[in-house]
């Protein structure tokens, strides 16, 4: 009796303290929110910080999706940028055709989004498809060549602008749209990575052999891995296209994936927190120094070598900011036992 007594006090001391920890995340996102949105109506933050802000919460958004891939999949891919282009002219071309039918700026970039979701979701699967047969730098090498092909195919047709651009797309992206967006995002990828589908993944990137003896479907659950960080990619290009309010194809050139790369890299490979505190340092540090022009990069790239020589397993690791505490329980309840 006093053992199921026991039991149902650790579950819900247990569940007490998610339900604390995820008030203490609401209560972080409200205070930011508000602290922003006040700063933003006194005139303190200008528009180019505003817009700063806004690109760190689209690059979130793209980050948390690659980390789906990359991250908690293992898969090495280089062409990220290639399906936020697809999600990105989508949702402008949806926007241009549907923007003096809709009066509401939210309705319209939803809309679009979930196009750019669609289109981005079936180029993942169709790539996804033969890309996963491969490992390592060979899937990596193919991805790079996906969104290189997709910028030359945007570069060279007559319905994206081509080369001189896609004009006419309403510039919607505000602080709070681009906040909610990010909120929504991460939050339904951290309850993905929770789900029972999301440990299959995590598994596979622990040891694939393993996970397939024990009757996980190893193909089937990275094409869905892949899928979803496509669709979510979709929705960073949506948010790119309204920020922007123009669309070029040199916008999505390789150097574009590679900085979501190393956001990912430096935030930590399976962690959504490390990806949000890498993508605020790696957006503001440059314009921190941009009064030491000179020394601009210089600095920026040994900034990151010196953090990848000290920290190789990124800022966070594997760990999210609200595990340290069990973590740290844990580590002292085992050694209590020895």
């Given at each position: 009796?006093?053992?199921?007594?026991?039991?149902?006090?650790?579950?819900?001391?247990?569940?007490?303290?998610?339900?604390?920890?995820?008030?203490?995340?609401?209560?972080?996102?409200?205070?930011?929110?508000?602290?922003?949105?006040?700063?933003?109506?006194?005139?303190?933050?200008?528009?180019?910080?505003?817009?700063?802000?806004?690109?760190?919460?689209?690059?979130?958004?793209?980050?948390?999706?690659?980390?789906?891939?990359?991250?908690?999949?293992?898969?090495?891919?280089?062409?990220?940028?290639?399906?936020?282009?697809?999600?990105?002219?989508?949702?402008?071309?949806?926007?241009?055709?549907?923007?003096?039918?809709?009066?509401?700026?939210?309705?319209?970039?939803?809309?679009?989004?979930?196009?750019?979701?669609?289109?981005a979701g079936i180029a993942g699967l169709l790539v996804g498809t033969?890309?996963?047969?491969?490992?390592?730098?060979?899937?990596?090498?193919?991805?790079?060549?996906?969104?290189?092909?997709?910028?030359?195919?945007?570069?060279?047709?007559?319905?994206?602008?081509?080369?001189?651009?896609?004009?006419?797309?309403?510039?919607?992206?505000?602080?709070?749209?681009?906040?909610?967006?990010?909120?929504?995002?991460?939050?339904i990828i951290y309850m993905f990575i929770n789900s029972r589908h999301?440990?299959?993944?995590?598994?596979?990137?622990?040891?694939?052999?393993?996970?397939?003896?024990?009757?996980?479907?190893?193909?089937?659950?990275?094409?869905?891995?892949?899928?979803?960080?496509?669709?979510?990619?979709?929705?960073?290009?949506?948010?790119?296209?309204?920020?922007?309010?123009?669309?070029?194809?040199?916008?999505?050139?390789?150097?574009?994936?590679?900085?979501?790369?190393?956001?990912?890299?430096?935030?930590?490979?399976?962690?959504?927190?490390?990806?949000?505190i890498s993508a605020f340092i790696l957006i503001f540090v440059p314009?921190?120094?941009?009064?030491?022009?000179?020394?601009?990069?210089?600095?920026?790239?040994?900034?990151?070598?010196?953090?990848?020589?000290?920290?190789?397993?990124?800022?966070?690791?594997?760990?999210?900011?609200?595990?340290?505490?069990?973590?740290?329980?844990?580590?002292?309840?085992?050694?209590?036992?020895?």
């Amino acid at each position: 009796m006093n053992a199921i007594k026991q039991a149902l006090l650790n579950a819900f001391t247990e569940t007490k303290k998610v339900v604390v920890e995820r008030w203490m995340i609401f209560a972080i996102v409200f205070g930011f929110y508000a602290v922003v949105s006040i700063l933003i109506a006194t005139g303190t933050l200008n528009r180019y910080y505003t817009f700063l802000l806004i690109s760190v919460m689209i690059m979130i958004v793209l980050a948390a999706s690659l980390n789906i891939a990359t991250g908690f999949l293992g898969q090495l891919v280089l062409g990220h940028a290639g399906f936020m282009a697809i999600g990105a002219y989508t949702a402008g071309l949806i926007a241009i055709q549907i923007k003096d039918h809709i009066g509401s700026d939210y309705l319209i970039f939803f809309i679009s989004s979930i196009g750019a979701m669609i289109t981005a979701g079936i180029a993942g699967l169709l790539v996804g498809t033969p890309a996963l047969r491969l490992r390592g730098d060979y899937l990596g090498i193919m991805t790079l060549g996906f969104g290189e092909i997709v910028r030359l195919i945007i570069r060279n047709v007559e319905f994206t602008g081509g080369t001189f651009g896609l004009k006419g797309i309403p510039r919607l992206m505000t602080f709070p749209m681009a906040l909610l967006t990010t909120v929504i995002v991460v939050t339904i990828i951290y309850m993905f990575i929770n789900s029972r589908h999301g440990r299959a993944i995590i598994s596979i990137r622990e040891d694939e052999i393993a996970s397939e003896n024990v009757g996980i479907n190893i193909t089937r659950f990275k094409l869905l891995g892949f899928i979803v960080a496509s669709m979510f990619a979709g929705v960073g290009g949506s948010m790119f296209a309204f920020k922007e309010a123009i669309l070029y194809p040199q916008s999505f050139d390789f150097i574009r994936s590679v900085e979501i790369f190393v956001v990912v890299v430096l935030g930590g490979m399976g962690s959504l927190s490390g990806t949000m505190i890498s993508a605020f340092i790696l957006i503001f540090v440059p314009e921190l120094l941009r009064d030491f022009d000179q020394y601009r990069y210089l600095t920026y790239s040994s900034l990151l070598i010196i953090i990848m020589l000290y920290r190789p397993q990124g800022l966070m690791g594997k760990r999210e900011i609200f595990s340290f505490k069990k973590r740290r329980k844990l580590i002292d309840s085992s050694m209590n036992l020895d």
